[in-house]
């Protein structure tokens, strides 16, 4: 299928605005940000909104059961004809591209195309691109629609950004520092904000920098430890009421993944107990956790200057 134009029935609509900052702001306060993140959780817990997931076959079920264990309520419809229609109707989409077989492909495009009409938030997951010669024109593709967020490696963020050729597969060959200056370009070009994982993670919407300590590196080896974050970041967007900036959805959903990374591997004997404690660590964290200090550090994206987490 050819890539989608105005001509296909897509109308020209503008990135969602609140990815974008509207002018240069200054420093978040850290203290502020990570008491939002709170009432963000807060608000995942109370409205139980409804995701639905585009996502690689290697992954799903681990995807649905962290959906679920966060609070929210899972849907992976993928099938052409339906995948419009339901993004138009859920509070938040993921498109994650691991395994894009063709039909999926064009269920992808649907699917963006009812979430730009209807105003659903929707994340983009370049799963591995920069070599595959299928994928990554298709994250080109579907970048240049403005999505809430995107989230990746370093690797396929620099790749995004035209400035690498990808990773080892699913797995990053660079340092995350290496991919900021990419992800402050991705953010300002298409609107939107871009998260970088690794060691910590980093979230800029092109204006301030969030990083975001802690998580665990045994999700680096479970099945779909990063695919699965993709959905809990649309969870988050889901939810967040009308004026706030998508930055603060996205830092929210990084740092309740990080804090129950960490409550999970504490005690885990390895990736298989890993797995299981990490979905009743997701059930079990409480706004409070996320509202206590020294999880993030903000600067702005350009001067890196800023404050610690109070």
Known sequence: MAP????????EVAADPSARPAAPVGPVDPAGLAARCGDLLDAVRERGPLVHAITNSVVTNVTA?????????????????????????????????????????????EAVSGARRSGTPWVLDPVAIGSLRVRTPLAAELVAQGPTAVRGNASEILALAGEGTGGRGVDSSDPIDAAVAAA????????????????RDLI??????VEVAGGSAMLTRMTGGG???????????????????????????????????????????????????????????GPDELRAP??????????????EAA
């Open 4 to 11: 989608a134009t105005p001509a296909d029935g897509i109308p």
């Open 65 to 109: 059961n962290v959906v679920l264990a966060i609070g929210a309520a899972p849907a992976m419809v993928d099938i052409v004809g339906e995948a419009g229609d339901f993004a138009a109707v859920a509070d938040g989409l993921l498109i994650n591209l691991g395994t894009p077989a063709p039909e999926q492909r064009e269920a992808m495009r």
């Open 184 to 199: 402050t370009g991705l953010a300002r070009t298409h609107g939107t904000v871009v998260a970088v994982s690794g060691e």
């Open 204 to 209: 800029t919407d092109g204006s301030t920098l």
């Open 227 to 285: 695919c699965a974050l993709g959905a809990v970041i649309a969870t988050f967007l889901g939810v967040r009421p009308d004026g706030t900036p998508a930055l603060e959805a996205v830092v929210a959903a990084h740092s309740a993944y990080s804090a129950a990374a960490e409550r999970a591997a504490s005690g885990a004997d390895g990736p298989g107990t890993f797995a299981p404690r990490l979905l009743d660590a997701l059930a079990a964290i």
């Open 294 to 307: 020294g999880r993030l550090h903000v600067s702005l994206a350009d001067q890196g200057d800023g404050g």
